[in-house]
């Protein structure tokens, strides 16, 4: 066998375990929104980039209001987000996660401020 041969079929053998080490890209994942307050003129859209989670809050009411994204992913703490929204503003919450999602649960409570 010749040495370029040689090389050739090591490489090819060897292929398989490269695209082992190669991180997988991040699939999509479904997020659950539950918005409380939707009553003040507050809707939620969910979104995602890579590992983050988004949640698009856009304030059609009247008054100002102050609201709080819980995200939840299974074994990771939940964490709070807080946004205050005057009348026709709109915000975007974000949480990044270390580990691999399978799902998220967001808990958007909103409430009036003065």
Known sequence: MTKSLSIMVLTLLSMPLMAQTIPAPNKPFPIEVELQGDDLGVRAVSGQVSNIATVT?????????????SFVNGPERPAAKRARLEPGEETVVTQAFNREIIRVRVLVACSAQS
């Open 57 to 69: 809050l856009t304030h059609t009411g009247t008054q100002p209001v102050l609201c709080e994204a």
